[in-house]
């Protein structure tokens, strides 16, 4: 049972453009989100995150939305760059033990 | 170092033979994780060790999966009897505590022939 989802295997956008990505989640338990970014042959580095208090958390060109009532968070980058082509993972965090990662999606920006 | 070290990058076992996986935390950090990433898949939690408190081992797969940490610092993982399904990029990562951001070595690359 996968309780972290991010239903697009891959996301193909322009360059300049905004790229958004979405991720859900089933455990009303997790109280804190992550996203990390990982490249090819590379570990996961971190991102971005968002307590379950907070609505919005906005870094530079990166902003995560978190809608709990929906279960529903997403990843705004605005605009895309080349070096954004990665593999993102949506995390999520209970406090009782590791962190949950979704499959990832691949974005790829077009120049 | 500066990051998390993995050794060895990659690796190629013979079904039924003995891997043993080593992972090398940024220096102070309390806590360390494994993770494994089969491919298309996401990344499964393993194991977490958390300075001298008991590991939570509830996501290790089987019974042929074990793993040892020495103090705050280094950690292995050992597949006893692989198999071809345990193939995979195993990943380490530490931090300095339950909440703090992870810090992922490069991996391991696991292949069981």
């Known amino acids: 049972d996968q309780q972290v989802k991010q239903n697009s295997p891959s996301l193909s956008v322009q360059e300049g453009r905004i790229s958004i990505l979405n991720c859900d989640y089933t455990?009303?338990?997790?109280?804190?989100f992550l996203w990390y970014k990982k490249y090819p042959a590379e570990g996961p580095t971190f991102l971005i995150s968002?307590?379950?208090?907070?609505d919005k958390n906005e870094d530079g060109r990166f902003t995560v939305f978190l809608n709990k009532s929906a279960k529903h968070l997403s990843l705004h980058i605005v605009p895309s760059q080349p070096g954004d082509s990665a593999v993102y993972f949506c995390?999520?965090?209970?406090?009782?033990?590791?962190?949950?990662f979704g499959k990832g999606t691949h974005l790829i920006i077009q120049p | 170092g500066a990051g998390v070290s993995q050794s060895p990058s990659n690796k190629v076992t013979e079904k039924g033979k003995d891997v043993e996986l080593r992972c090398d935390p940024i220096?102070?950090?309390?806590?360390l994780y494994w993770y494994r990433q089969r491919l298309g898949q996401g990344l499964e939690f393993l194991i977490y060790f958390q300075g001298n408190s008991a590991p939570d081992k509830s996501g290790l797969p089987s019974d042929r999966f074990s793993a040892e940490r020495t103090g705050e610092s280094v950690s292995t993982l050992t597949i006893q009897r692989t198999q071809q399904e345990d193939s995979a990029v195993y990943l380490c990562?530490?931090?300095?505590?339950?909440?703090?951001?992870?810090?992922f070595g490069n991996g391991t690359r696991l292949t069981v022939t």
């Open positions: 220096s102070g950090h309390t806590a």
């Open positions: 455990n009303s338990m997790f109280d804190y």
């Open positions: 968002i307590s379950s208090i907070k």
């Open positions: 995390a999520a965090d209970r406090g009782a033990d590791g962190l949950t």
């Open positions: 990562a530490s931090s300095s505590g339950r909440g703090s951001t992870l810090h």
